[in-house]
C-alpha cells in the first residue's frame, strides 16, 4: 500500500501545481528556441514530434490508464500481489513494443527522412528522438500505478525534473551545436528530451524502490493457479482497456500528423508560399495552441485523478459519488479555464506582444479563446466514459471529430479569404463537436446533470472581470506596456477569484481539501453550503432542487421565447462589439471571431431558454432555435445589404446548430415538472 495516498479533490491538485510548474517552465524554451535557432530550426523538431507522438501513442496510449485502474480495483481488494503482477505485465508489453518501435525507426530512417517528410535534414533529429521511446514507456507505467495507488506526488515530482532537465539540456545543446547547423541545433534540443526523460525515470525508480515490498510466501497450489492462464487473463485485461484507449488517442495523434501535412499544402494551394505557410502553421501550432493549453493543465490533472475515484465508485456501483466526481471536476473545469479565456480574448496583441515579440499571431489567439472551453471540459468527461468502460465510446467520438476537422481543413484553409483561419476554424469546430459528443455519451450513461447555474455564474463573473481588466489596459496606468498587460492580468484574476465565493462558484467545502493552503482560507470560502448534486428521492433517483419559481408572464411557445431571448444578448453583444471598436480596442478585420462568438453565445442562450420552457428534448429545441435564428439573421442580411450565400453562412449556421444544441442540452437540465425527461 502506497505510503502516501490522496483523496481525490487533493491529488488533482497536487498534480495541479506540478502541472502549472511544467506548462509554465515549459514556455521557457518555446520563448527561447525561436529567438536561438529561429523559425526554421523550431520547424525541424515540428516535423519530428508529430512522429515521435505517433509512436509514444501506439507503444503506451492506454496502457497508463489501464495500469491505474486495474491498480486501483486490486488495491481496493487488499491484493498487492495483484498489484505486482499488473505492473510487471504491462511494463514487460510497454517495453517489447517500444524495442520494436526502435528498431523499425532506425531501419526506416531514410524512408521517413527522405520520402514521408519534405525536409531531408530532420535525419539527425529523427535518429536523436529513438531513445525516448522505451524510456517514456517505462516511466508512464510506474506513472499508472502511482495513479492507481491515488498517490500523486511521485507522479508531480517525476514530471517536473523531467522539465527542469530537459529545458535546460534543450537550450544548452541547442546553442552548443548551433555553430553545425540548425540540423544538429534541432538534434541537440531532441537530445535535451532524451535526458529529461532519463531523469524523470530516475526519480520514479528511486520510489518505486522505496515503496517495495517483499512479495508474502505464496502456496504451492496458489501458484498452480495463476500460471499461464492467468498471465493470459492480464494481458488480455490490459489490451482490452488500453486498446480503444490508445485507439482513441491514435485518431489525435494522426490527425495531429495529418494536420500538419494538410494545413500546409491547403495554404499553398491558397496562394502562399511554401516558407510563410510553413511559418504560420508553426505560429499556430508552437505559439497560440500551447498558450491556449496552458489553463487545460487543470483538466489534465482532473482527468488523470478522475479515473481510479470513477473506478472504485462503479466497481461499488456508487452512483452518488460517480455524479458528485463529476460534478467536482466539470464545475472546476469550467471555473479554472474561464479567466483565462477572458484574458486571452481580450488582451490577446498584447500577450503575443510580451511572450513572442510579435503581435502577428493575435488573431489566431482571439479567434480560438472562446471555444477553449469545450477544451477544457473535453478531458474530464473522455476520462469518465474511459473509467466506466466506455473507451470505444470516447474513440468513436474522437474520430468523428478528426474526420470532420482534417475535411474542413481541406475545404476552409485552402480559401485566399481565409487561409490560416480556416485552419482555426476547424480546430474549434473540433473541439465544440467531440465534447458535445461526449457530453451526450456520459449523460446517456450515467444520467449525469450538470447545473446550468453555474455556467451562468461563470458567465456573469467573466464579464465583470474582463471589463475590470479591459478598462485597466486602456487607461495604461503604469509606464511599460509588459507591466500594464501583468497589472491588468493579475488585477482581474483578483476580481475573479474574489467574485468566485461570492457567486457560490467555490465554498468552504471545497477550498479546505486543497492541500497545504485551504484550512487557511476560511475568509474567502466564506460559509456558504457546498452544493448538493446528490440528493435523493424515495424511489433512488439522484435529483438536482431546483430554482424557486418566481410568478411572471410566459409567453406560450418555447421557441418564441428563445427566440426573443437569442435577440436580446445578440443586442447586448452587438453593444459590447461597438465599445471595443470605439476603444481601439479591436480592429474592423479582427472582428469575424468577436461576431461568431456573440452568435454562438446568443444562440446557446436562446437554446437554453427553450429547451427549459419545453422541458424535454433539449438538442432538439436547442438545434432548431439554432437553425431559425441563423436563417433569421441570413435573412436580415439579405433584405437589407443584399448579402449572397457565402462560406461564411454556412459555417454561422454550423456555429450557431452547436452552441444552441449545448443550450438546449442544458436548458432540458434546468426544467422541472412532470415534462422533463
Not at 446550468?452 to 496606468?477: E, H, Y
Request: contains cysteine; proline residues 5%.
Amino acid at each position: 500500500m502506497s505510503a502516501r495516498k490522496q483523496t481525490f479533490i487533493q491529488g488533482a491538485m497536487i498534480l495541479l501545481a506540478a502541472g502549472i510548474v511544467n506548462r509554465l517552465l515549459g514556455f521557457v524554451p518555446r520563448i527561447a528556441l525561436p529567438r536561438m535557432i529561429g523559425a526554421e530550426g523550431v520547424g525541424l523538431i515540428q516535423l519530428v514530434y508529430p512522429i515521435m507522438i505517433v509512436l509514444l501513442t501506439i507503444i503506451a496510449g492506454g496502457l497508463p490508464l489501464a495500469v491505474a485502474k486495474l491498480v486501483a480495483e486490486a488495491d481496493s481488494r487488499g491484493d498487492e500481489a495483484a498489484v505486482r503482477r499488473i505492473v510487471q505485465g504491462a511494463m514487460t508489453l510497454a517495453l517489447a513494443l517500444a524495442f520494436a518501435a526502435s528498431f523499425g525507426c532506425l531501419l526506416l530512417a531514410d524512408w521517413v527522412t527522405m520520402e514521408m517528410t519534405t525536409d531531408p535534414r530532420i535525419r539527425p533529429a529523427f535518429l536523436t528522438m529513438v531513445p525516448v521511446l522505451p524510456l517514456a514507456a517505462a516511466s508512464a507505467i510506474w506513472r499508472g500505478y502511482f495513479q492507481g495507488k491515488m498517490n500523486m506526488l511521485p507522479s508531480a515530482y517525476s514530471s517536473t525534473t523531467e522539465t527542469l532537465v530537459r529545458i535546460a539540456l534543450s537550450l544548452v545543446l541547442a546553442a552548443a551545436l548551433l555553430p553545425y547547423g540548425l540540423a544538429y541545433a534541432a538534434a541537440g534540443a531532441m537530445l535535451g528530451m532524451v535526458a529529461g526523460e532519463l531523469a524523470g525515470l530516475l526519480v520514479l525508480w528511486r520510489q518505486v524502490m522505496r515503496e517495495r515490498k517483499p512479495a508474502a510466501p505464496r502456496s504451492k497450489t496458489a501458484n498452480a493457479m495463476d500460471g499461464k492462464s492467468t498471465v493470459q487473463g492480464l494481458y488480455t485485461r490490459l489490451i482490452g482497456i488500453a486498446a480503444p484507449v490508445t485507439g482513441s488517442r491514435m485518431v489525435g495523434s494522426l490527425a495531429y500528423l495529418l494536420e500538419s501535412i494538410l494545413t500546409t499544402r491547403s495554404l499553398t494551394a491558397a496562394g502562399l508560399t511554401a516558407a510563410v505557410a510553413t511559418a504560420q502553421y508553426g505560429a499556430l501550432q508552437g505559439m497560440i495552441i500551447p498558450l491556449l493549453l496552458l489553463p487545460g493543465v487543470l483538466t489534465h490533472s482532473l482527468a488523470v485523478s478522475l479515473v481510479p475515484a470513477l473506478s472504485e465508485a462503479a466497481a461499488r456501483k456508487d452512483w452518488s459519488t460517480i455524479h458528485k466526481r463529476l460534478h467536482q471536476s466539470m464545475r472546476l473545469a469550467v471555473v479554472s479555464g474561464a479567466p483565462f479565456i477572458v484574458l486571452m480574448g481580450l488582451l490577446a496583441e498584447p500577450i503575443c506582444l510580451l511572450l513572442y515579440g510579435d503581435d502577428s499571431m493575435a488573431g489566431l489567439l482571439r479567434w480560438l479563446a472562446p471555444v477553449a472551453v469545450f477544451l477544457y471540459l473535453q478531458a474530464p468527461l473522455q476520462a469518465a466514459l474511459q473509467a466506466l468502460d466506455r473507451p470505444g465510446t470516447a474513440l468513436f467520438n474522437t474520430l468523428v471529430g478528426a474526420a470532420v476537422k482534417l475535411a474542413l481543413i481541406v475545404q476552409l484553409a485552402a480559401q485566399p479569404s481565409l487561409g490560416i483561419h480556416g485552419a482555426v476554424i476547424a480546430i474549434g469546430v473540433n473541439m465544440m463537436l467531440v465534447t458535445l459528443l461526449h457530453w451526450i455519451s456520459v449523460a446517456r450513461l450515467t444520467g449525469f446533470r450538470l447545473d446550468p447555474r453555474d455556467f451562468l455564474k461563470v458567465s456573469a463573473a467573466m464579464l465583470i472581470m474582463g471589463a475590470c481588466a479591459q478598462w485597466l489596459w486602456n487607461t495604461a496606468w503604469l509606464p511599460l506596456a509588459g507591466l500594464n498587460l501583468l497589472g491588468a492580468s493579475a488585477a482581474g484574476m483578483i476580481i475573479y477569484v474574489v467574485l468566485m465565493p461570492l457567486m457560490g462558484l467555490v465554498d468552504r467545502h471545497d477550498t479546505t481539501r486543497i492541500p497545504w493552503i485551504g484550512r487557511r482560507l476560511p475568509v474567502l470560502a466564506g460559509t456558504s453550503q457546498p452544493y448538493d448534486e446528490t440528493k435523493t428521492s424515495p424511489q433512488g433517483v439522484i435529483t438536482v432542487s431546483p430554482m424557486p419559481r418566481i410568478a411572471k408572464t410566459r409567453i406560450s411557445s418555447p421557441i418564441l421565447s428563445g427566440l426573443i431571448w437569442s435577440f436580446i444578448w445578440l443586442g447586448a453583444g452587438a453593444l459590447l462589439l461597438s465599445v471595443l471598436l470605439t476603444g481601439n480596442t479591436l480592429r474592423e478585420h479582427e472582428t469575424l471571431p468577436w461576431v461568431l462568438g456573440i452568435h454562438a453565445f446568443s444562440a446557446m442562450a436562446g437554446g437554453f431558454v427553450a429547451a427549459r420552457r419545453s422541458g424535454q428534448k433539449g438538442w432538439y429545441y436547442g438545434i432548431a432555435n439554432g437553425a431559425i435564428y441563423a436563417t433569421l439573421i441570413v435573412l436580415a442580411g439579405f433584405l437589407a445589404l443584399d448579402a449572397g450565400w457565402s462560406l461564411r453562412i454556412a459555417l454561422l449556421l454550423g456555429v450557431t446548430c452547436l452552441s444552441g444544441t449545448l443550450g438546449g442540452m442544458l436548458g432540458v437540465n434546468a426544467a422541472s415538472g412532470p415534462g422533463r425527461r
